[in-house]
């Protein structure tokens, strides 16, 4: 079954304890995002990668960092959480950027205290 | 001003109705319009694309892109109660990489 999974699904922090949150596609999808969806904001991307190694900022890319070494994981790191990153966050994986192959993960939903 | 407008809702409407969702966008680059239904606790998913002007139909949904206007529809006909989601527009100037969404508008399908 294609798929875009990501871990963990609830994560409840604190302030300055560096997290990673992992996303994984099974697809043999090039392209990868980061979402965030915040209510009255909708949905804004934090990075996007196009292929392994090859790592772009989106509109909302402050306090987040992302790595592409392999082509199935995307994962999102937050070094230093503060309670501004308190969010629902969703990874998204399509073959080439092809609009009509996305993907959503299910999201994740982070508490920063 | 946001790119992208959209009525957050909620919209509220009995069974069998048509439903109309809009948006509208200020950046004259966006070339594909798509709509994404996210129920709660989950994903959006895509439900209909469109490139450039013109209506897409699928069966009950059909996309309508006016960029003359720059405006963009989804009617959904005989809406059901398995219909009621969020109806979240988005647009891009080339690819999926690069997305840029409406807030949302939360649709409740009554019985």
């Known amino acids: 079954e294609a798929q875009v999974t990501q871990n963990p699904r609830y994560l409840i922090t604190v302030t300055g304890k560096k997290l990673t949150v992992t996303c994984s596609q099974n697809?043999?999808?090039?392209?990868m995002s980061w979402y965030r969806q915040d209510p009255g904001l909708g949905l804004r991307q934090i990075y996007y990668?196009?292929?392994?190694?090859?790592?772009d900022k989106g509109d909302v890319p402050e306090g987040y960092k992302v790595s592409r070494k392999e082509k199935r994981n995307f994962p999102l790191i937050l070094e230093s959480p503060s309670p501004n990153q308190t969010s629902l966050y969703f990874c998204a994986s399509s073959l080439s950027g092809r609009i009509d192959t996305q993907y959503f993960g299910p999201g994740t939903r982070l508490t920063v205290l | 001003q946001k790119e992208v407008e959209q009525d957050p809702g909620p919209l509220s409407v009995p069974e069998g109705a048509i439903v109309s969702l809009n948006c509208t966008y200020s950046?004259?680059?966006?070339?594909?319009f798509m709509w994404y239904r996210q129920y709660s606790r989950k994903g959006p998913e895509l439900l209909m694309y469109?490139?450039?002007?013109g209506n897409k139909e699928d069966g009950r949904f059909t996309a309508q892109v006016d960029k003359s206007s720059k405006y963009i529809s989804l009617f959904i006909r005989d809406s059901q109660p398995s219909d009621s989601a969020t109806y979240l527009c988005a647009m891009s100037a080339r690819t999926a990489s690069k997305l840029t969404f409406g807030t949302g508008t939360r649709l409740q399908v009554t019985l």
């Open positions: 990668s196009m292929n392994v190694e090859v790592t």
């Open positions: 469109t490139y450039s002007s």
């Open positions: 697809m043999n999808h090039e392209y």
């Open positions: 950046n004259s680059a966006f070339q594909y």
